[in-house]
């Protein structure tokens, strides 16, 4: 009787927990990128990449065929539940980072990694320009071995090949990606006439369609 009457009160709590929202579910998916990962379902994957202004490399991502969904956050750092406001004096150790959710059966990890260093300059230190600090900086994160050797041979290649070895990217594992606050979740698309994105987003995304047109796409 006395363990029917503890699981009773076990139940009892657990369905406060889940009608009343005592448990935060930004939290949860900042806490752990597994659980980030598997939000959209259980044939995408998830790539993170850092390369300036979020708004300008979620635009880009999402213009490429197979990925689903670009999300703006912030990873790389060490501290927890970064904000816009804190990321921006640099004292956080974050990037600003989007999360790719892409179905690999149309556009590998490694088309990815093509797009991600085709589309910005990895030999700046500390920014893209007009941006400039840590939180802009460029870091290719992986999930796993074959993901770092990918990012790693594209390097190689590109400082022996374009860049004489001045490639300044990181290359990081990914630990936990803290989402972005609401209103930076696809703001070049809904914020077409803002000064930023029609001076910088918008004439960076256009370069990069202009560069690869064959992994865009299809206008509706």
């Excluded at 990962?37 to 995408?44: G, V």
């Excluded at 991502?61 to 790389?76: I, N, Q, T, W």
Aim: charged share 25%.
């Amino acid at each position: 009787m006395k363990a029917i009457k503890t699981l009773s009160v076990i139940t009892i709590f657990l369905f406060f927990i889940s009608c009343f929202g005592f448990s935060n579910e930004k939290d949860i998916l900042n806490s752990n990128s597994e659980i980030l990962e598997n939000s959209i379902n259980s044939n995408t994957k998830v790539a993170y990449f850092a390369s300036g202004c979020f708004w300008c490399v979620e635009a880009i991502f999402e213009s490429v065929r197979g990925v689903e969904e670009a999300v703006s956050g912030y990873a790389g750092g060490h501290t927890k539940n970064p904000t816009y406001e804190s990321s921006n004096t640099g004292k956080t150790g974050h990037a600003e980072t989007v999360a790719v959710y892409y179905n690999p059966e149309v556009v590998s990890f490694k088309t990815l990694v093509t797009v991600y260093f085709g589309s910005h300059n990895p030999t700046t230190v500390n920014g893209q320009h007009p941006d400039y600090g840590s939180q802009y900086r460029s870091i290719a994160f992986y999930s796993n071995n074959t993901e770092k050797q990918i990012i790693e041979d594209m390097i190689a290649k590109l400082n022996k090949e374009v860049y004489n070895g001045k490639v300044a990217t990181e290359v990081k594992k990914i630990d936990t990606f803290y989402k972005a606050e609401e209103y930076h979740q696809d703001f070049e698309k809904r914020n077409p006439n803002q000064p930023y994105v029609k001076a910088v987003s918008i004439p960076r995304l256009n370069r990069f369609k202009a560069k690869f047109p064959e992994l865009l796409k299809k206008e509706k």
